[in-house]
T-cell receptor, first 117, second 117 residues
């Protein structure tokens, strides 16, 4: 079974600075997907960014980018120019490429990000 | 507007009193799933459904039931709730096998906060 580990329960960053959230995972599969979800105080789960394992190029979405190291099984999220609205719980998640129709997401335990004005 | 709707958003109940949390999506998605979120554990899959009348257990199915009689609805049933089912519950949906399954993104509902006394 796959596991996802987020070793930083809490992080804080000054507004406008850059912060990196860590995520490692364990799998024996070669094809899979990785995600970062944001959960603000409203509790809504919001997809931030997605990476397909077969792509070597790191995904980027505006101020959000990832550092995907497949051999090291590492998938960190970098937030540039942090804004107050970035304050949230961030979850790293794994999805198998093919799991007989079950699109189960395996989540890490989350990192709570605080933005300091 | 494409959305996944859960009801109720908040629920307080007592041990043993049957309850149902409803989930409805308006995107004609084939795949639907339930997760529970607990502090320090992230989100874990309870049940999933690949289509009407096709459901299967996730990682933590004990104490829960589901049904999928219509494509749009996927209710979560707690026949005899217990305090250890106090949690935050999320419903999610995606196109499933009808879409480009490899690229499917899951849409989450807003969550249901359940307290069992």
């Amino acid at each position: 079974a796959q596991t996802v580990t987020q070793s930083q329960p809490e992080m804080s960053v000054q507004e406008a600075e850059t912060v990196t959230l860590s995520c490692t995972y364990d799998t024996s599969e070669s094809d899979y997907y990785l995600f970062w979800y944001k959960q603000p105080p409203s509790r809504q789960m919001i997809l931030v960014i997605r990476q397909e394992a077969y792509k070597q190029q790191n995904a980027t979405e505006n101020r959000f980018s990832v550092n995907f190291q497949k051999a090291a099984k590492s998938f960190s999220l970098k937030i540039s120019d942090s804004q107050l609205g970035d304050a949230a719980m961030y979850f790293c998640a794994y999805r198998s490429y093919s799991n007989f129709g079950n699109e189960k997401l395996t989540f890490g335990t989350g990192t709570r990000l605080t933005i300091i004005p | 507007e494409a959305q996944v709707t859960q009801n109720p958003r908040y629920l307080i109940t007592v041990t043993g009193k049957k309850l149902t949390v409803t989930c409805s999506q308006n995107m004609n998605h084939e795949y639907m799933s339930w997760y529970r979120q607990d502090p320090g554990l992230g989100l874990r899959q309870i049940y999933y459904s690949m289509n009407v009348e096709v459901t299967d257990k996730g990682d933590v199915p004990e104490g829960y039931k589901v049904s999928r009689k219509e494509k749009r609805n996927f209710p979560l049933i707690l026949e005899s709730p217990s305090p250890n089912q106090t949690s935050l519950y999320f419903c999610a949906s995606s196109p499933g096998l009808a879409g480009a399954a490899a690229k499917n993104i899951q849409y989450f509902g807003a969550g249901t906060r359940l307290s069992v006394l």
